[in-house]
């Protein structure tokens, strides 16, 4: 995220194609981070996960490997259809947008069914309507910007400024859905781990006390 502001800062500074290489490139390596934790999540509440994460030990080499395929489908699209292809940079954009969005939708949805599916997902409603909420309203503000400010027909209203208010406030409402998944997972592994020690606890002290009754059953017989 810390990549993100700075490259966008870059974009937005020099209005440049590598400006907007480099901005697009730090959103993509995050969004995909942000796949590979979702489905961490899952795993850690039991679920099945759609993607392979990889042994417990090479975790972060998994990680690294989702944002490179990331950033090289995300990013690869929208520079083949400009330089390769032509495209206007209307449609170059929309081509990153729609990039982009799959990239949030494989990171956002498999956590959310995986809530619903544990019967959670009443307990988080509330950060997942306003980070949704906060991306459309993000997303209709930069649709707005190639009909009013493409064609010049109204320029003075900040609708781009809003579009990274509301993207950023998803953003944070989206990372503070998975912190407080990952919470709870470990939460609820750290209550079945202490109920299994009490039992094993429980268990190994049994014979014992079954052998201190039944010496003391013999001794009163006696």
Avoid at 117 to 135: D, H, N, Q, R, T
Wanted: glycine share 8%.
């Amino acid at each position: 995220l810390v990549a993100v502001g700075w490259f966008s800062a870059v974009y937005h500074a020099t209005s440049s194609w590598g400006g907007f290489l480099l901005d697009i490139t730090a959103m993509a390596a995050w969004a995909s981070h942000l796949v590979y934790c979702g489905q961490l999540a899952c795993e850690a509440l039991g679920c099945r996960c759609i993607l392979p994460l990889g042994g417990r030990g090479d975790r972060a080499q998994w990680c690294i490997g989702y944002a490179a395929l990331g950033v090289a489908l995300a990013v690869g699209a929208p520079f083949t259809a400009f330089e390769l292809l032509n495209a206007s940079a209307t449609a170059t954009w929309n081509i990153w947008a729609n990039a982009f969005l799959i990239l949030i939708l494989l990171a956002a949805v498999p956590p959310l069914l995986a809530l619903y599916s544990i019967e959670m997902l009443g307990k988080f409603i509330l950060k997942v309507f306003l980070a949704i909420v906060s991306i459309l309203c993000g997303v209709g503000c930069t649709q707005l910007i190639h009909v009013l400010c493409g064609p010049r027909y109204f320029t003075a209203f900040p609708l781009h400024s809003l579009w990274h208010a509301f993207s950023a406030t998803s953003a944070f409402l989206t990372v503070r859905i998975l912190d407080d998944l990952f919470a709870m997972a470990r939460a609820g592994a750290g209550a079945a781990e202490a109920a299994g020690a009490a039992i094993r606890a429980e268990n190994s002290s049994s014979p014992s006390q079954t052998l201190r009754k039944s010496k003391a059953g013999t001794l009163r017989r006696r």
